[in-house]
């Protein structure tokens, strides 16, 4: 189980850190790197065209401003890429947002909150998990976890007012 979490700039390297800690927790391995859709194009649209024989099966792209780098990498690839909008100064994420959802027709890219790391990283697992049966039922734990977590929250908040 392999995913790819590429960023268009070390800067967006704390947006990251939780996608790699859900992707670690479920155990997915993930390679990591930083390539430009501006800067770097042939090496995003390369990386992109060879990912799935290198051994990946998701791709996360992962950029701010003008926000084109999941695109770039979805236009290279039949592998499913996940966009994950970083938070800027001059917009607080909405210029990432619009364009990462505003994809041309036959380029689709999923794409999850502003700043929502764990979200991405938890999206490649669901995604995994269609391939990987042992994933599918780490998923399932885990939201039974999440159920549990909120009725005991529900409860303690019952007792206090």
Known sequence: MKAAVV???KSDFEVVKPCLAALTKFGVQAEVRVISAHRTPEQAHAFAANAQQNGIEVLIGVAGKAAH???VLAASTVLPVIALPVQTSMMGGLDSLLSMVQMPSGIPVA???VNAGENAGLLAVQI?????PALAEKMKAYKEEMRCKIEKD???LQKQI
């Open 154 to 156: 529900d409860a303690e």
């Open 7 to 9: 960023m268009g700039s």
């Open 128 to 132: 995994l998990s269609l391939k990987y």
């Open 69 to 71: 780098l999941a695109g």
């Open 111 to 113: 794409t999850v909150g």
